[in-house]
């Protein structure tokens, strides 16, 4: 029997053999660009799982989703779901979700954030919203301010889908930055907000997603959480509001969007014209269904 060490020793004798040849093959340019792009993937250090998890702390946030889901009333405070509810995924059945290569996409975002997204109406994501708002008294100017409900469109309403119970859940890493920075190369702010949206599309990576209106709630919900909305576009310079790139309300001249509006002291999820706007971003996500 071949030991593991000798097993081992070949693989690695033959990789250096095959990057030997490769390197030999491009310096007499007689390596085509597509068969030496197929080589250096075949090269490439495969992503090692755990490690890209202890990196991205998931087991430390995932604790504190499950926290922000008892906080937000979708279950008890022993973790238990309400009567009728699918209950949360274990640690174990939502790290399932995610490939070594979605993790790796995943450590590139800005701000990666786990999310546990339970599959409800939005309706319902409003209202857990609305039902369990938070005082503001460690913000600046928001001292004894008391937040508002969310104020969405007739679009939103409108295309409204699913049920108050908790029918399933969706695992999710998503940019959870405060205010996104401009993605160079993959946004355009001069472009209109459909253009920029087709182009984010058209250089995604295997497993990219972008984000809806359940996702962001979510996602919204871990910020208020924390006395800190992300994306207030009118609340200081500089802020910002998220396109919602996968949202289904799509229409010609309509887009779907999200923000913390601070005149009004609530999230906003609203449609706008075509733009162009300099203060419009898109968040990526990877995951899924559980």
Known sequence: MVSKEKKGGSKRASEAALEAAVRKLEDAERLPEGLRDRVNRLLAKPHDKTELIEKLKLHE?????????????FIDESGRPKEGDVPPPSLEE????????????????????????????????????????????????????????????????????????????????????KEMVLKEGLDDEDLTFYQRVELRKSARKPGEKGFDRHTYAMLMMESLKKGDPIDKAAYERGG?????????????????????????????????????????RLRSSVGGDI
């Open 240 to 280: 910002t509001f998220t396109l919602l790139d996968d949202d289904p309300s799509w229409k010609d001249r309509a887009a779907p969007n999200a923000y913390w509006n601070w005149s009004t002291r609530c999230v906003r999820f609203r449609h706008f014209g075509n733009g162009p706007g300099s203060d419009a």
């Open 61 to 73: 946030q995932y604790s504190d989703r499950i926290k922000t889901l008892s906080s937000y009333g």
């Open 94 to 177: 939502a790290l399932a979700v995610f490939t070594p290569e979605t993790l790796a996409l995943a450590a590139t975002f800005q701000g990666p954030t786990l999310l546990l997204v339970p599959k409800t109406s939005f309706a319902s994501k409003v209202k857990a919203i609305n039902d369990h708002k938070i005082m503001y008294s460690h913000m600046k100017n928001y001292k004894g301010v008391m937040q508002e409900d969310c104020s969405l469109d007739s679009l939103f309403k409108e295309s409204d889908q699913g049920s108050a119970r908790i029918t399933g859940w969706q695992a999710l890493i998503v940019d959870g930055a």
